[in-house]
């Protein structure tokens, strides 16, 4: 190797090491920050305007729930606990233990398993069941509707469409292509619009009732108003007037978005949802948010006293709260 040669790749080999050590020095003094948009909750100190005013145990790790007519059930490894919305036990009944899924209306009880669906009476008798539509099937989540319920299929990354006696009517392909890491792949319906969850897009996407796309909204990031990770948002849930909360795992919080996907605030952080990285189960009964972790289920409520300490001036208003 000639001299001149030697020399300019020593150059490059002392610029390489010295631009690493300048960069190595920057990362100590910083302490690894990094800049977010300002209305980003982890920068700062977060205060739900939600204040915890009771919950209660269901006998194991609550899998799914939901609420109707004033009760809530609660969908675990092999029962179902039923329980008034102050959390006073009422009956449990016995089920499969690989349920998925539970969806209830004023007529009938519904749970989801990886290949079929099961029709109970509000009593907890079973009155019957179908299987999936196909072998492949790896059911999700599942919505009711008046007329039809709608599935969530991880395996053949899909949503199927049945009416509510179990007979078959299509499926509904994202134009996007779903992508469903981790069986986060939720589904609700408000005002005959179904909204899904492209998890690994971190995206939310509408649908008419009628499979055809409408829109979709949500973007990649740790922000406010973003989703993070490998697949988020887990779970969806609307409130009294069209409002569409998530709930995301890794750094578990809650958010609300407006009807047409506008991101309004975020609710909860991980500090108030108790900590882990597990997502959070919600529901919204009147007012109050019901959110399932493990076994508890905690029942939060508005706090104008709270509002008005942190966040006076911010132009922010509750979503749930009624005029």
Not at 108 to 137: F, N
Not at 176 to 182: E, N, T
């Amino acid at each position: 190797m000639n001299k001149s040669l030697k020399i300019i790749l020593n150059i490059f080999l002392f610029l390489l090491i010295a631009g690493f050590g300048a960069y190595m020095i920057y990362s100590v003094l910083s302490g690894g920050r990094t800049t977010l948009p300002d209305n980003d909750h982890q920068g700062g100190t977060f205060t739900s305007p939600y204040k915890k005013v009771n919950s209660f145990e269901a006998a194991s790790n609550i899998i799914s729930f939901d609420i109707s007519e004033h009760a809530v059930y609660a969908a675990q490894s092999g029962q179902v606990s039923v329980y008034d919305t102050s959390g006073k036990h009422r009956y449990d009944f016995d089920i499969n233990a690989n349920v998925r899924d539970i969806a209830v209306d004023n007529q009938a009880i519904y749970l989801l398993y990886p290949t079929g669906i099961a029709v109970y009476t509000l009593d907890g008798e079973k009155t019957g069941e179908w299987e999936a539509c196909s072998e492949r099937s790896d059911y999700c989540a599942f919505t009711l509707t008046s007329a039809y319920i709608f599935v969530t299929d991880a395996a053949n990354k899909h949503i199927c469409q049945y009416d509510r006696e179990g007979g078959f009517i299509r499926f509904i392909n994202s134009p996007q292509g779903f992508i469903i890491p981790s069986y986060s792949f939720d589904i609700i319906s408000i005002n005959d619009i179904l909204y899904c969850s492209n998890s690994g897009r971190h995206c939310i996407e509408s649908y008419t009732l009628d499979g055809t796309f409408i829109a979709s909204f949500g973007i990649p990031g740790t922000q406010a108003g973003a989703f993070a990770g490998c697949c988020n948002p887990v779970y969806l849930a609307k409130s009294y007037d069209g409002n569409i909360l998530t709930s995301e795992k890794g750094n578990p919080r809650i958010s609300c978005y407006g009807k047409e996907g506008t991101f309004r605030t975020v609710l909860f952080d991980a500090k108030t949802l108790g900590g882990g990285t597990t997502a959070c189960k919600i529901h919204i009964s009147e007012e109050d948010i019901y959110i399932a972790n493990k076994k508890t289920i905690s029942v939060f409520r508005f706090d104008p006293t709270i509002m008005e300490q942190s966040c006076a001036g911010c132009g922010i208003e509750c979503p749930l709260r009624k005029d």
